[in-house]
């Protein structure tokens, strides 16, 4: 199946520590990107890459680091895990250039609860 | 972060009726606008792009917009308990910011048999 996919779906873990999420499409999309959205269903971009190139870096906490290892594929590692990192994390692709670069595929999403 | 304010919700309406939802926004240099659904506990889905003022309609759905009055709207004609989910009101600018969203905070909208 063409999509976007990310794992884990689920991540539970404690305060102070690391984790990753992964992502990989398939559809041929040139750019890449995390959002987030916290418990009141907001939704926020952080990050977005164009083929490996970071081009969009919102006011994120350095603890945040994409990683983007070729055009399909965008990590996103956390280290010290904060209780208000609790949120779904959503991957999403789309093609860069025009009316294209905003129709964003997203993934199925990642819930991280830290406690 | 650029403002985008959507009607607060629970919108709740019964089946067969018209939904509207509504949508201003603060940035005056935005050029396209998107609706996205999303269904409880899923990710978004693109469900209305519009460019140009006025009105556009795909099926049963009808995107207006109004850039002198920063307004964007989704109606939803025939609503079905199958469009109970929120709507995202997402405009966005040309040139280097493609692909960067300013969501809106959502309506959830809940249709009733």
């Known amino acids: 199946d063409t999509a976007v996919s990310q794992t884990p779906k689920y991540l539970v873990t404690q305060m102070g520590n690391d984790k990753s999420i992964k992502c990989e499409q398939n559809?041929?999309?040139?750019?890449m990107y995390w959002y987030k959205q916290d418990s009141k269903k907001f939704l926020k971009i952080m990050f977005s890459?164009?083929?490996?190139?970071?081009?969009i870096n919102e006011t994120v906490p350095n603890r945040f680091s994409p990683k983007s290892p070729d055009k399909a594929h965008l990590n996103l590692h956390i280290n010290s895990l904060e209780l208000g990192d609790s949120a779904v994390y959503f991957c999403a692709s789309s093609h860069k250039g025009g009316s294209g670069a905003n129709v964003l595929t997203f993934g199925a999403g990642s819930r991280l609860t830290v406690l | 972060q650029k403002e985008v304010e959507q009607n607060s919700g629970p919108l709740s309406v019964p089946e067969g009726a018209i939904a509207s939802l509504n949508c201003t926004y603060s940035d005056r240099g935005s050029q396209s606008f998107f609706w996205y659904r999303q269904y409880s506990g899923k990710s978004p889905e693109l469900i209305m792009s519009i460019y140009s003022n006025g009105d556009k309609e795909d099926g049963r759905f009808t995107a207006q917009l109004n850039k002198a009055s920063q307004y964007v709207s989704l109606l939803i004609r025939d609503s079905q308990p199958s469009d109970s989910a929120t709507y995202l009101c997402?405009?966005?600018?040309?040139?280097?910011?493609?692909?960067?969203?300013?969501f809106g905070r959502g309506t959830q909208l809940t249709v009733w048999p």
């Open positions: 890459y164009n083929n490996k190139e970071l081009i």
């Open positions: 559809l041929g999309h040139d750019t």
């Open positions: 997402a405009p966005s600018r040309r040139g280097s910011t493609l692909g960067r969203l300013y």
